[in-house]
């Protein structure tokens, strides 16, 4: 069915202007002022006081990931019901390799599972090792199944994380290949030995977990990346950013011309340490790596992204539920990393960012959908509202207040890092691929 969407104010990351948009096949056909139809097939849809927002594209969630305690607690319908409820349109998830097997046995398990995801989904590849194949391996990603983005862990040492000269490697062969390397960046090794020190010192578990993992080595493995990328000329996009001393690098790694994007999550700009408390069963659910930094951090942070050092918001979702964190009640080593967010980013940015005046309208456009779109590859089908574009748009109630909540929330989670976060705004309709599949808070069948 055709759509028109009048009297909207449509918000692009440029600018910002008032026009009705006609919607034929899945695409955006038309955008002008006072679009007529005579067609009694056309669906009118009236957006009057409402903002017109290109669907939300958050390039960095986990749905259904194995860890030792079990699977991250969304697979891909959940998970992408989660997100549509709070206007993501694209998710990019993640191809995590066992050791020994191939990127493109692992791309096509990965695919089937994704299946079930209810919006756009993509996939960045993650070489977990260096071994003979894995250049031909990578090649075969980008030139036959379309995939540039590969992400390499600094973390994580015994099981995905790479040492430097396997990092060096895939920066080289992708970099040569016009592809973007994503980086979680902390020290692998000098953690493991605050690991140890810490499962042996009288600190509470979730405590123990944030000292084990400290900015200065997120830090030092920025400082690492930017210098292995410059080296193997290879543009790099640090995930999930947390802290003012890695901004620090990558602010001055980007003055002197290197590529290197940023992005950081809500729950660094939102939150701090202070949550890391003794009561395991409160603190678990914020025990996520890099972990939850400090107040002055998250101001670093809101200051990056207005002026530009950082360019996406992901949210690294990956929820578990409060019986997974248990497993690591005596042992923070033992605790799944991570937790849910993929529904609440354009409404914790809305309302903490607008309206607190530390972002523009169209810095958050920028910065919850085109700067993705442009970056990995999608641009400019994606992450923006154009005539040609894709028709995956939200329309947005900038008025309508709610407060986060563990009884309300979408995630297959009983617990919420946002619960009892007040929010102001949400998505009143969101659209994907022509397509009205949410109204009003309720899923269209
Ligand atoms: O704590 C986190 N971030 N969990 C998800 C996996 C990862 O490290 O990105
Ligand atoms: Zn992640």
């Not at 791309?107 to 209810?118: C, D, P, Q």
């Not at 050092?309 to 009640?329: A, E, N, V, W, Y």
Request: glycine share 8%; charged share 20%; proline share 5%.
């Amino acid at each position: 069915m055709d759509l028109l969407i009048k009297n909207g104010k449509i918000i692009n990351h440029d600018r910002s202007f008032e026009a009705d948009i006609f919607i034929k096949n899945g695409l955006i056909v038309k955008i002008d002022t006072n679009i007529q139809t005579h067609n009694p097939d056309t669906k009118i849809i009236n957006a009057d006081g409402k903002l017109v927002f290109p669907g939300g594209i958050d390039p960095h969630v986990h749905m259904q990931l194995p860890t030792p305690a079990g699977l991250s607690s969304d697979d891909f319908y959940t998970g992408s019901r989660a997100a549509l409820f709070g206007g993501t349109t694209t998710i990019i998830d993640f191809v995590t390799p066992q050791r020994g097997q191939s990127l493109i046995s692992a791309l096509e398990v990965r695919k089937a599972e994704s299946a079930k995801s209810i919006i756009n989904t993509r996939l960045h590849v993650s070489p977990v090792e260096w071994r003979p194949s894995t250049e031909s391996e990578i090649n075969e990603c980008i030139h036959t199944h379309g995939i540039k983005s590969f992400k390499c862990y600094m973390a994580y040492k015994s099981s995905i994380g790479l040492d430097d000269d396997a990092l060096f490697n895939v920066m080289k062969v992708v970099g040569e290949a016009d592809g973007l390397v994503t980086l979680h960046c902390e020290d692998g090794d000098e953690i493991e030995t605050l690991r140890l020190k810490y499962a042996r010192s009288f600190l509470s578990v979730c405590e123990a977990h944030a000292k084990s993992r400290p900015p200065g080595l997120e830090a030092k493995a920025v400082a690492t990346a930017i210098n292995l990328a410059q080296k193997a000329q290879c543009p790099i996009y640090i995930v999930h950013v947390s802290s003012r001393q890695s901004l620090h690098l990558i602010k001055a790694a980007q003055q002197a011309g290197q590529m290197v994007y940023a992005e950081t999550c809500p729950q660094y700009l939102l939150l701090d340490k202070s949550k890391y408390t003794p009561d395991f069963e409160k603190a678990a659910a914020y025990v996520m790596s890099p972990p939850l930094r400090s107040p002055s951090d998250n101001e670093a942070l809101w200051q990056g992204l207005a002026n530009n050092l950082i360019s996406t918001t992901g949210t690294d979702h990956c929820p578990f539920l409060l019986s997974q964190k248990m497993i690591g009640r005596d042992d923070f080593r033992k605790i799944p990393n991570g937790a849910g967010g993929v529904e609440h980013r354009l409404a914790l940015l809305f309302t903490y960012g607008i309206l607190n005046k530390k972002i523009s309208l169209n810095k958050f456009v920028e910065i919850t959908s085109t700067n993705a779109a442009k970056i990995f590859g999608l641009y400019p089908q994606k992450g923006i509202i154009a005539k040609g574009a894709d028709a995956d748009i939200v329309i947005w109630n900038p008025n309508k207040k709610s407060v986060i909540s563990t009884e309300t929330h979408h995630q297959n989670s009983d617990l919420n890092i946002y619960n009892g976060f007040p929010i102001i705004g949400e998505p009143e309709m969101v659209i994907l691929g022509g397509n009205i599949l949410l109204v009003d808070g309720e899923m269209l069948k």
